[in-house]
């Protein structure tokens, strides 16, 4: 009996000891899921935005496709698909010809200085760093 009272306690403080560090590997990889998710939000943004302008004629409609790209629809209204995003992060898309038989014209639309900022930003003293993310961008072959 007496080496069961001994034992007494003993998980206990060994999870109090372990929890901290559960709890920071939870918060590390629900901020990277994070990350992720609005990157991917990024790309399909910008890819929707060059599906739209690649059936527009080259130099028209740049304001609706910003509009497409940040807040998903071509009147600009609502929020921003990802927290922070504007159509300043959106710049003038470009349209470019290549080749000669055929030629073939194509259109660019990126987002570029979009940084991501996790929720627990400065959370326990601790604070965790904002990340810029790399230019996004879509290419499409235009129709015109």
């Not at 790309?43 to 998903?72: E, H, I, W």
Request: glycine share 8%.
């Amino acid at each position: 009996m007496r080496t069961k009272n001994r034992q007494a306690g003993v998980a206990l403080l060994e999870f109090a000891l372990i929890l901290p560090f559960l709890l920071l590997l939870s918060i590390a990889a629900i901020e990277l899921g994070r990350a992720v998710w609005q990157y991917n939000a990024l790309t399909k943004s910008v890819r929707d935005a060059a599906r739209y302008l690649s059936l527009q004629t080259p130099g028209t409609k740049m304001t609706q496709a910003r509009n497409l790209a940040v807040y998903g629809n071509l009147s600009g209204t609502g929020t921003p698909l990802a927290p922070g995003l504007s159509t300043s992060h959106v710049p003038n898309p470009t349209w470019q010809t290549a080749g000669s038989a055929p030629v073939i014209n194509t259109v660019r639309v990126t987002i570029s200085g979009y940084t991501f900022t996790p929720m627990l930003a400065n959370a326990f003293g601790m604070p965790f760093g904002t990340l810029t993310y790399s230019d996004v961008s879509a290419t499409m072959r235009s129709y015109l």
